[in-house]
């Protein structure tokens, strides 16, 4: 973004994503990284429907909003592609790769001695 904005490009939309990744994968990941199990069950788009219903009910109840929307167990289940390829061309840009910048993230986070393995 920096680059971007030091540049003399105006005007422009770029799509700032280094990987395509489901949610699976990054979850997976993160939970590595922080030395816990990662997912190991496969919510399906009926569970979630279910889930998000269910979760509804902090807000009539517990006067909380959800975690869980519906619009979030919709997204899961969602495959999108992007493509970086404009910003890559533009600036001579390269990503970091995403299991390297969720490792780096984690770092720079305490994690509870419980949790972790590392």
């Not at 540049?7 to 422009?12: A, C």
């Given at each position: 973004m920096?680059?971007?904005m030091e540049?003399?490009?105006?005007?422009?939309r770029?799509?700032?994503?280094?990987?395509?990744?489901?949610?699976e994968?990054?979850f997976?990941t993160?939970?590595k990284h922080?030395g816990?199990?990662?997912p190991?069950?496969?919510a399906?788009p009926?569970m979630?429907?279910?889930?998000w219903?269910l979760?509804?009910?902090?807000?009539?109840?517990?006067?909380?909003?959800?975690?869980f929307t519906?619009?979030t167990?919709?997204?899961?289940?969602n495959?999108?592609?992007?493509?970086?390829q404009?910003?890559?061309?533009?600036l001579?840009f390269e990503f970091?790769?995403i299991e390297?910048?969720?490792?780096d993230?984690?770092q720079?986070?305490?994690?509870?001695?419980?949790?972790?393995?590392?």
């Open positions: 920096i680059q971007l540049s003399d490009i105006v005007n422009e770029f799509i700032l994503n280094g990987d395509d990744c489901t949610y994968f990054i997976k993160i939970a922080i816990l199990e990662g190991t069950k496969y399906s009926k979630t429907e279910i889930g219903r979760a509804s009910l902090q807000k009539i109840f517990l006067f909380k909003q959800p975690s519906k619009e167990a919709r997204a899961s289940h495959i999108r592609k992007y493509s970086n404009k910003i890559k061309d533009a001579n970091i790769d390297k910048s969720i490792k993230t984690v720079h986070y305490p994690i509870p001695a419980k949790n972790a393995k590392n």
